[in-house]
Nanobody, 113 residues
Framework: QLQLVESGGGLVQPGGSLRLSCAASGFTLDYYVIGWFRQPPGKEREFVAVINWSGSGTNYANSVKGRFAISRDYAKNAVYLQMNSLKPEDTAIYYC??????WGQGIQVTVSS
């Protein structure tokens, strides 16, 4: 079976940092475009970041540009989302995505004092 599993979420104060991980099982992420999406409370799912198959190209939503960084580790078959300078509006369930489509189960990130 093919699965994506997120980890690394939790509660953090405004201005803090978290790193989310997306680990694949049952298939390799090589040559896949991988993305992160999020769904804030009471809102629709929205795009956050994407990285191409080679890892050389990335794009970010304007709301996270300059604060978040997406990366991948082929040896570990994983993709990461480094989140810095977190704001309360970053509070959401974060999902890892790969074309198929494949979706992770989602992981909660809460930014609050």
């Amino acid at each position: 079976q093919l699965q994506l599993v997120e980890s690394g979420g939790g509660l953090v104060q405004p201005g803090g940092s978290l790193r989310l991980s997306c680990a694949a099982s049952g298939f390799t992420l090589d040559y896949y475009v991988i993305g992160w999406f999020r769904q804030p409370p009471g809102k629709e799912r929205e795009f956050v970041a994407v990285i191409n198959w080679s890892g050389s190209g990335t794009n970010y939503a304007n709301s996270v540009k300059g604060r978040f960084a997406i990366s991948r580790d082929y040896a570990k078959n994983a993709v990461y989302l480094q989140m810095n300078s977190l704001k309360p509006e970053d509070t959401a369930i974060y999902y890892c995505y790969a074309p198929g489509p494949y979706w992770g189960q989602g992981i909660q990130v809460t930014v609050s004092s």
